[in-house]
Nanobody, 126 residues
Framework: VQLQASGGGLVQAGGSLRLSCAASGRTFSTGVMGWFRQAPGKEREFVAGISWSGVRTRYLDSVKGRFTISRDNAKNTVYLQMNSLRPEDTAVYYC????????????????????WGLGTLVTVSS
């Protein structure tokens, strides 16, 4: 499975970006997709995750109400709509996927994802 993230860039605080992550190669008809981010000098942290059906989602508390994760299984793509961006959202954003159907509380566990993309840089200026 190959994951290709795109959509990052430079935006002013309060602005919006939409990230995409397309899966190719051996794709699955089940499982979880998620977004993580890593800021300079910090650990990678969970941002959002979504079940195969799209019914179950989970978010980092600081992005709730600002970010929305969605997926289009026909396109093997997961999206992250990011609104009201803040300078502290600056990071490299990575997408991950697994064919396993974890419980929602486990979406934030990076170790539960089997495949990762290379990341896309989001820079929010103040």
């Amino acid at each position: 499975v190959q994951l290709q993230a795109s959509g990052g860039g430079l935006v002013q605080a309060g602005g919006s970006l939409r990230l995409s992550c397309a899966a190719s190669g051996r794709t699955f008809s089940t499982g979880v997709m998620g977004w993580f981010r890593q800021a300079p000098g910090k650990e990678r942290e969970f941002v959002a995750g979504i079940s195969w059906s799209g019914v179950r989602t989970r978010y980092l508390d600081s992005v709730k109400g600002r970010f929305t994760i969605s997926r289009d299984n026909a396109k093997n793509t997961v999206y992250l709509q990011m609104n009201s961006l803040r300078p502290e959202d600056t990071a490299v954003y990575y997408c991950g996927t697994t064919p396993k159907n974890w419980v929602t509380s486990a979406y934030s566990n990076a170790g539960g994802y089997d495949y990762w993309g290379l990341g896309t840089l989001v820079t929010v200026s103040s």
